[in-house]
């Protein structure tokens, strides 16, 4: 996925999980490069619904996931 489609995805999935009450988020983006990664981290940096996030545990997909605590 390119950046900018990653950068609309993650909106409306925080939309989606808002409008059904959820707490939590994971977003899969996988390994690879780490760009798309960190193109993830520095869009949910600063998002007014997003109180933090982190790597997803390893079990969970590690650093391959970001698990996002949303504000609601």
């Given amino acids: 996925m390119r950046v900018e489609a990653a ?3 993650i909106e409306e999935s ?3 999980a808002l409008f059904e009450g959820r ?3 994971h ?3 996988g390994r690879g490069t780490g760009a798309l990664r960190s193109a993830v ?3 949910l940096n600063g998002h007014p619904l997003v109180n933090k996030f982190a ?3 390893p079990h969970e997909g590690g650093s391959g996931t970001t698990v996002v605590d949303l504000r609601g």
């Fill in 7 to 9: 950068a609309e995805a």
């Fill in 14 to 16: 925080i939309d989606r």
């Fill in 23 to 25: 707490k939590y988020l």
């Fill in 27 to 29: 977003l899969i983006h």
């Fill in 41 to 43: 981290r520095r869009h």
């Fill in 55 to 57: 790597d997803a545990t």
